[in-house]
């Protein structure tokens, strides 16, 4: 099996540009999530009311979206069952061509991203246009989201100026300034808010008993794009779902703050089916399943669904601090990305990933739903392992079944290491060896020196001393 | 107290000094330290590579070498291998369904310390003694910190050695870089975070970074050696051990 992100990452960290934008924007972000969840005396309660919830809801999952179902129905609301990404992505065209629409504003959603609904409405010639200000400047420079939460974190503004002057009409003089910047496309996208007939979005919540939805943004254009248009059609995956509309107390305290460090949420819209006179007329809940139900049937695995996309992770990852999102080649980067990835699809992508980590831990101490990624990882490593392909290759098996073999037996141990410490004599000056050594060792030594087995080891001594 | 020293395989192997300073100075303290001839590894290599079945037998033959009602406590010069046995035995054996290796292992997990932590928490001794002038950085290893928990007692104990001068690391906190084969499998972005490492290091003007695993030290030791970077690594117990006389 190859090693992709072991490759991709070869090619980001030594991008000096990039590796300066990221390491500005996550430690900048990192600084004030502290601050913003140090003021908060309860937090950690708050942390584990909120897992609680999440581990809770996925126990009976099937009974809480039949719940959902029946209360967006009630409220007049039209749901979709989609097994696959293909299955909502017909879905989503077919009631945007009924609608008589061959266009479409939409709010940022990673749902949508994940089953790739720009590129397959595209084919039926229905334009989808990201309104998310990160959003429209991946989508306008043909790019891919690098993050999350801040999709364009990988641009700076010099960056952003130019695909501007290229790309939006009428801006040929606008300078690198942030509020020129943005009012270049406020002006593009008033427009397409005020023409569009179909608005689509994500979800970051759905109460299953109120059948409300609710969405978090820091801009207003995702509001825009739930209440301007006449059909609005949000694509939620699964695991989205909360019991009850007080779990928003919990949800709407962690996100906010382990996200953006905002002690509250600029925008949040919560709606309920169709009211008459007042936003859509039509109201179409799209629930995805994608890979979800089979995650969530491995006991060690599912608490990746736990997520509430909050990319904390990302920001302290020292790994995503390093490569940026585009080396995961997914939609979830970073370290809930690599547990999530290679699961969502069912092992068929994403399977390096789960390697892509140093296993530090910082990922896990500032998860507001307590998922322990770093556990995971470690699971997923053997289950891939197991299942799919010897990741480490013949050699690597070999090797680790020889040192667990002698790890088993402490006779067999002693002679491991005189073996290593003849093999290694010739290399060894001072007690490293500063070689380059064939195979695995070899990344290793390409960069740092490398300890050489003890003249002496610590049981000889020991064994000397009695 | 009856100590028993679990080594660790890398000290044993690469690394003796680490293993016979905590050896001296649990006994200068009055302490009476075993070694069990029959340990090897904890078996942390193998589960974090992916090789479960592997792990569960290396962690076998640890519970039966260490399980042992004549020893009060267990100790090792390492945060990493300590919190494989507190954080990951208590699963990993779960999911083999061993209900005698469950128990053998929820007696063995509170009776399992890294150094640092057993010396502040357990014996609650600061000042162990110790000598050792010279100018020395101190960088916290990712599971000592996050696992462990073991919090300032390193710190508090090297601001206890006389004549050492203690200087305070930028970014303490981030990773070195090591995480066992990640070094080799994502060895550039393994690289990167090293080389900021080793930037934060030199710039304390310190002749010794210290930690308390010999693992991580390897890995930050290797790189500044490469770079003749004139700071050496030098495991946290050798400060301790260290004394006026010797």
């Known amino acids: ?466 | 107290m009856r100590i028993a020293l679990f080594t660790t395989c890398v000290a044993d192997t690469l690394f003796p000094g680490a293993g016979i300073a905590t050896v001296e100075l649990l006994e200068r303290l009055g302490h009476q330290v075993s070694f069990p001839r029959a340990q090897t590894c904890c078996g942390q290599m193998h589960l974090n590579s992916g090789y479960e079945a592997h792990a569960l037998n290396i962690a076998r033959s640890f519970v039966e070498v260490f399980d042992d009602a004549e020893i009060d406590a267990v100790v090792a010069p390492s945060g990493s291998c300590v919190a494989m046995v507190r954080d990951q035995y208590p699963g990993l054996v779960a999911r083999a369904g061993d209900l005698r290796l469950q128990a053998a292992v929820a007696r063995l997990v509170p009776r399992t310390f890294e150094l640092s932590e057993f010396l502040v928490n357990e014996l609650g001794i600061v000042d162990v003694g110790a000598y050792y002038p010279h100018r020395v950085t101190y960088h916290p290893t990712c599971h000592s910190l996050r696992l462990l928990r073991v919090g300032d007692a390193p710190l508090r104990l090297l601001r206890a050695v006389r004549a050492l001068t203690l200087i305070a690391l930028d970014d303490a906190q981030g990773c070195c870089g090591f995480g066992g084969t990640f070094a080799v499998k994502n060895a550039d972005v393994s690289t990167a975070m090293l080389a900021d490492k080793m930037r934060a290091i030199q710039a304390t003007g310190a002749e010794v970074c210290t930690a308390v695993d010999s693992s991580c030290l390897m890995h930050i030791g290797g790189g500044l050696r490469r770079e003749r970077a004139g700071v050496r690594v030098v495991h946290l117990a050798e400060i301790l051990a260290s004394t006026e006389a010797a």
């Open chain 1, 1 to 466: 099996m190859r090693n992709e992100f072991a490759e991709a990452a070869r090619h980001e960290v030594a991008n000096s540009q990039l590796r300066a934008n990221i390491r500005n924007a996550t430690h900048t972000i990192r600084a004030k999530r502290e601050e913003a969840v140090a003021e908060v005396p309860d937090w950690e309660q708050l942390r584990e009311a909120g897992r609680r919830i999440k581990e809770r809801t996925m126990r009976n999952l099937d009974r809480h979206l039949e719940q959902l179902e029946r209360s967006v129905t009630a409220a007049g609301g039209v749901v979709h069952w989609a097994t696959e990404a293909a299955d909502a992505n017909r879905i989503v065209g077919d009631l945007i061509v009924g609608a008589g629409a061959r266009e479409a504003v939409k709010v940022k959603s990673l749902a949508t991203d994940e089953i790739g609904l720009n590129r397959a409405l595209a084919a039926r010639g229905i334009e989808a246009r990201e309104t998310d200000l990160a959003e429209l400047i991946v989508q306008l420079g043909e790019d891919r989201p690098s993050h999350i939460l801040v999709p364009a974190i990988h641009r700076n503004r010099g960056e952003i100026r130019e695909l501007f002057r290229r790309t939006l009409p009428g801006n040929e003089q606008l300078t690198d300034d942030p509020a020129e910047l943005a009012e270049a496309a406020r002006r593009f996208l008033r427009e397409k808010f005020l023409s569009a007939k179909v608005g689509v979005s994500g979800a970051n919540f759905a109460v299953a008993e109120t059948g409300t939805i609710c969405i978090l943004e820091s801009e207003g254009n995702g509001r825009m794009c739930t209440t301007l248009p006449e059909v609005l059609i949000t694509v939620m995956g699964i695991e989205k779902v909360l019991p009850r509309f007080a779990d928003l107390e919990v949800m709407l305290q962690l996100l906010p703050r382990s996200s953006t460090a905002e002690r509250m949420n600029p925008y949040t819209s919560l709606w309920t089916g169709v009211t008459p006179e007042d936003g859509p007329r039509e109201f179409h809940l799209v629930l995805l399943d994608g890979g979800r139900t089979k995650v969530l049937g491995d006991a060690d695995g599912r608490a990746a669904l736990h997520c509430i996309r909050c990319s904390a992770c990302l920001n302290v990852c020292p790994v995503y601090e390093r490569t940026g999102g585009h080396a995961y080649e997914s939609t979830y980067p970073g370290p809930i990305g690599a547990i999530l990835t290679p699961q969502l699809t069912g092992f068929t992508q994403g399977n390096s990933l789960p390697w892509a980590s140093s296993l530090c831990g910082a990922c896990y101490e500032v998860c507001p739903v307590k998922i322990d990624i770093p556990s995971i990882l470690i699971h997923l490593r053997s289950r891939i392992n197991r299942e799919v392909d010897g990741y480490g290759g013949g050699g690597e098996r070999l090797a680790m079944g020889l040192l667990a073999r002698a790890f088993a037996r402490p006779g067999r141990y002693e002679r491991a290491q005189r073996f290593g410490r003849w093999l290694s004599r010739p290399l060894t000056r001072e007690g490293w060896i500063s070689r380059r050594l064939p195979g695995a060792l070899g990344r290793w030594t390409d960069v740092r020196d490398l300890p050489a087995p003890s003249a002496e080891t610590f049981r000889e001594w020991w064994a000397q001393r009695r």
